[in-house]
């Protein structure tokens, strides 16, 4: 069993930067492969980005590459979300997720946190 606390989210203007942090409870945390998704009012769950249970390889959907960065820290079990170069398009709840492979489809987690708001102003 795992448990996802995501933070970190919050309003902020086009152009800006935003960190989000997913801590995970249990000892299990290197377990997981984790991804990050988001969703906007109205619209499906997406695909953010995902990470390996090592950290070594990293996986991005198309709209996010070159802007955000996935990262993780075994130790003290927790993923994170860097978002530099912000757009009004990133205005979404984003929630992490762990399961067995880093993946785009979100059936394929486990287990989810309940979500960070993030607001971008234009």
């Known amino acids: 069993q795992v448990q996802l606390v995501e933070s970190g989210g919050e309003l902020v203007q086009t152009g800006g930067s935003l960190r989000l942090s997913c801590a995970a409870s249990g000892r299990t945390f290197s377990s997981y492969a984790m991804g990050w998704f988001r969703q906007a009012p109205g619209k499906e769950r997406e695909f953010v980005a995902a990470i390996i249970k090592s950290g070594g390889s990293t996986y991005y959907a198309d709209s996010v590459k070159g802007r955000f960065t996935i990262s993780r820290d075994n130790a003290k079990n927790t993923v994170y979300l860097q978002m530099n170069s912000l757009k009004p398009e990133d205005t979404a709840v984003y929630y992490c997720?762990?399961?067995?492979?880093?993946?785009?489809?979100?059936?394929?987690?486990?287990?989810w946190g309940q979500g960070t708001q993030v607001t971008v102003s234009s």
């Open positions: 997720a762990a399961g067995p492979e880093p993946i785009a489809d979100p059936n394929e987690y486990d287990y």
